[in-house]
């Protein structure tokens, strides 16, 4: 990046993004991680950007919508930048870029889908990086999660199960997902009045991705997240419900056994939190304890945009939390 630093304008983060497109967390990743851009401060410690930022990552949003990988394009300057949107642009002339919703998110995410798990079984981590770090441009947050990442870790558990795929193949897509967490966690300053929520897997569930994308959902409706990582025992959940006074419980199922660890965390969960907290349960094996969740009445949740819906419910009825099974 050879680009002469231009001083005029001195913008926050906020105006930054709104300008050039990019979404606040992004910025920051694209900054830590690429040194696509280089902020001064001022003097109370504020990020602030300049016009050459702001035209910067505009044309880097642009590039990365065509299929660059930030990786590669972050340190090219305006000009190199400019270069390889009019290369893009006369060989495509058709097809410009235009906001994705509906029906053209569904699609362009099933195309990801696609790609990311060719990555997988090819093993290559650098390329199934980019893909994702692109898709979250194109999809956004909550796009990206629910239709992309949700759909495509239960594709690998599938082909995982029948050994099509390794479980080396899981912990590498499993790994990538984890270290772009600080990007799609919200970095926005929660309300005070925000409902609470702690986040977990019970003891004997080693598997913390569903549980870790639930927080980051929750936490985009506005909710107050404690997450507490995996494998914990009941005492302890109830321990963290108590010292941040969560209105709810969610925790994550992903791996079923016959050696009853499982149910009796739950009844024991159940006990120790009473009806006043929501209890909620999801994941790929959530519907293999079938009848204990019936039992201690439990929020059954089918899959991200689910327990979204459910979410929006909850904050409408903070004073009525439900005690048993709610379909949607």
Known sequence: MTDIKDNSGQYLISTVSKR??????????????????VPTRTAGGHRVYTDQDIARLTLLNQATRYGHSISRIARY??????????????????????????????????????????EVTAFDARTL???????????????????LLDPLLTLIGERWKTGELRPVHEHM??????????????????SPAAPRMVVTTPL????????????????LKGWQVTYLGANLPAEEIAAAVKFTDAAAVTISISFSSDDHVVQKELRRLRKLLGYEVAL?????????????????????????????????????????????????
């Open 20 to 37: 050039s497109g990019v979404k606040t967390e992004l910025v920051r990743a694209w900054e830590r991680r690429y040194q696509a851009v």
């Open 173 to 190: 897509a499993s790994s990538i997902i984890r270290s772009l967490t600080y990007i799609l966690r919200n970095n926005s300053p929660c």
């Open 129 to 147: 990086e980019s893909l994702f770090e692109n898709a979250i441009v194109e999809l956004g947050i909550q796009n990206f999660i629910e239709d």
């Open 280 to 328: 909620i349960v999801g994941g790929r094996a959530a519907s293999y304890y079938e009848t204990v969740l019936n039992e201690v009445g439990v929020v059954k949740i089918e899959n991200l945009a689910h327990f979204r819906r459910y979410l929006d419910d909850l904050a409408n009825q903070k004073d009525k939390i439900p005690t048993q099974e709610t379909t949607l």
């Open 77 to 118: 300057s305006l000009d190199e930048l400019r270069k390889l949107l009019q290369g893009e642009k006369a060989a495509a002339p058709a097809k410009p870029l235009q906001p994705l919703n509906g029906n053209g998110s569904k699609s362009l995410a099933e195309a990801y889908i696609h790609k990311c798990y060719a």
């Open 204 to 219: 004997g569930q080693l598997h913390e991705l569903g549980a870790l994308l639930a927080a980051i959902i929750a936490e």
